[in-house]
């Protein structure tokens, strides 16, 4: 089955340093890996994903993303962090399929300190 | 334009009571989902819809009947509502590449339903 984890229930770093937040996954298969950020009462928006080709997957609001098929890990990242980055950040695995659904992580908490 | 909408975007009712969450989307997808996202913030599948046809049912109580009139809306209907039914209801819609998994999905802001 597939699944992806994101074993932090938070982090927190300072304006202008970089971030990472992690994600791993399992998969049998093609791996199809999404980002999604969900902003306080607001719905998820998309941030990026890994099909195939290049490691590094460039997205949205100068975040990026590193495959790592070794360690099975997406973990998210960006060079410097802004207090607007502050948001719920969800890691996916698309399904495939006739079901063709997404399966998402289960959230990490982005808080940036001023 | 939004792409995806969602009606209502907040929504409190009482136990017992049905209501219906509405969701269009203008971006000429075939597939359209209903997804949960609970009190702590999980995210789950509940049903997907192509082209008007029921793809995915995921172990949702009866109660809960998707209908889809045409492959713009989706819309969630939920008979006799449970304390338990409180969450935000996200709808998505893509555009599925033979069902690979790859397409993204594209959410409306979600309807908060509060069962009291």
């Known amino acids: 089955a597939q699944s992806v984890a994101q074993p932090e229930d938070q982090v927190n770093v300072a304006e202008g340093n970089p971030l990472t937040v992690k994600c791993t996954y399992s998969?049998?298969?093609?791996?199809?890996l999404f980002w999604y950020v969900q902003y306080p009462n607001r719905g998820l928006q998309f941030l990026l994903k890994y099909i195939t080709g290049d490691n590094l997957v460039k997205g949205s609001y100068g975040f990026e993303a590193e495959f790592n098929k070794s360690q099975t890990s997406f973990h998210l990242k960006k060079p410097s962090a802004l207090v607007s980055d502050s948001a719920l950040y969800f890691c996916?695995?698309?399904?495939?399929?006739?079901?063709?659904?997404?399966?998402f992580g289960t959230g990490t908490l982005l808080a940036v300190q001023p | 334009d939004t792409a995806v909408s969602q009606t209502p975007k907040y929504l409190v009712t009482q136990m017992g009571n049905d209501k219906s969450i509405k969701c269009e989307q203008n971006?000429?997808?075939?597939?359209m989902y209903w997804y949960k996202q609970d009190s702590k913030k999980f995210l789950k599948i509940m049903f997907s819809?192509?082209?008007?046809?029921?793809?995915i049912n995921e172990t949702v109580p009866n109660r809960f009947s998707p209908k889809s009139p045409d492959k713009a809306h989706l819309n969630l209907h939920i008979n006799s509502l449970e304390l338990g039914d409180s969450a935000v209801y996200f709808c998505a819609s893509n555009m599925p590449h033979a069902g690979s998994g790859q397409e993204t999905q594209y959410f409306g802001p979600g309807t908060r339903l509060l069962v009291l």
């Open positions: 996916a695995v698309g399904s495939g399929g006739a079901t063709n659904k997404l399966i």
């Open positions: 998969v049998s298969g093609n791996p199809y």
């Open positions: 819809y192509n082209n008007k046809e029921l793809i």
């Open positions: 971006l000429g997808h075939d597939t």
